[in-house]
Structures are given as structure tokens and as C-alpha cells.
């Protein structure tokens, strides 16, 4: 099924609120991972967590084309995640939001983490992940504690985007 959600945008509240776990594994589960995939494409997206479309729900989505820079990311969803291991080494990138549009800033984040999720039918899932896959990751977990990139952002590089 195609369709398209609203994203929101800050100062929304839901962007401020933990999500719960996701207990029940249904076809609704999986109807949403792909309507918030539409959406994600239509706006460019790297990656989209369920509290951006008014899912207060601990579940994200990645996938990422490629370019000359950074390899290709296949459509992932990840339920219930967490974080079990982050590297101490640490990397400064350039970022933005869909729902703080128009901004970027430099973020600090770890170079490398290893996560523990459920897929949409609830098995379990561990990923070792480094590069782009790691920051977009932690990006979207943030997203699942009502952190903001905003919130991490290096002193002085928050800036408007055309
Ligand atoms: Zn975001």
C-alpha cells in the first residue's frame, strides 16, 4: 500500500517524548514501516523514526541510494532498538532533519556502534555498523528518546540551509 504522512516538525511536542516498545508484531507494524518508506522518499530521507509521523512507537526505518562518497544502505527497518556498543573513536559530520527543516550542524557522534533490534516479525537482528550506517543510526535512536541533532550540535555550526 502507497501513501504519504505528515512529518512533524519542532517545536511538536511528540518529538520531545520517549516512544514505547512495540509488543505486538502486526500487519499494521509492517503497513506503517512502508507508508513511512513513501514518505521518507518524498522528502530525501536517509532515515525516518516513527515519532516523525506521530508514532510515539520505538521503531525506525534507514535506506540510503549512494553516492560517490558513502556506499549504498538497503531498506532496513528496525523495532525496539538499542544500542549495545559504541566505539570510543568519535567522527564530526555534517547533519540535518526532516523535522527541523532547513538546518544543519556538525555533530559528534561515535564512529562505530552495534545495535540489537527486532525485525518487523519480531526476530532478533544485530547489526555492527561504521560510517554512514552508524551515524544514521544513532540519529534515529536519539529520535526514539526525544533527542534532537539540535541538541548535540557543535557550538557554532547550526546554520540555515536553503
Ligand atoms: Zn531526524
Not at 550542524?105 to 525485525?119: F, H
Request: charged share 20%; hydrophobic share 40%; net charge neutral.
Amino acid at each position: 500500500m502507497r501513501g504519504m504522512l505528515p512529518i512533524r516538525t519542532v517545536p511538536d511536542p511528540i518529538l520531545r517524548t520517549a516512544t514505547a516498545p512495540v509488543t505486538e508484531f502486526s500487519a499494521e507494524l509492517a503497513k506503517l514501516a512502508e507508508t513511512m518508506r513513501e514518505t521518507m522518499h518524498a522528502h530525501r530521507g536517509m532515515g525516518l523514526a516513527a515519532p516523525q509521523v506521530g508514532q510515539s512507537i520505538k521503531l525506525f526505518i534507514i535506506e540510503y541510494a549512494g553516492s560517490d562518497e558513502d556506499e549504498a544502505i538497503p531498506f532496513t527497518v528496525y523495532v525496539n532498538p538499542q544500542i549495545t556498543w559504541s566505539s570510543m573513536n568519535t567522527s564530526i559530520s555534517n547533519e540535518g532533519c526532516l523535522s527541523i527543516p532547513k538546518m544543519e550542524g556538525n555533530v559528534r557522534r561515535p564512529k562505530r556502534v552495534t545495535l540489537t533490534a527486532n525485525d518487523l516479525q519480531g526476530n532478533q537482528i544485530r547489526v555492527k555498523a561504521r560510517g554512514l550506517l552508524a551515524r544514521i543510526i544513532q540519529h534515529e535512536v536519539d529520535h526514539l528518546n526525544g533527542v534532537l541533532f539540535t541538541d548535540k550540535v557543535e557550538p557554532g555550526t547550526l546554520h540555515q540551509v536553503a
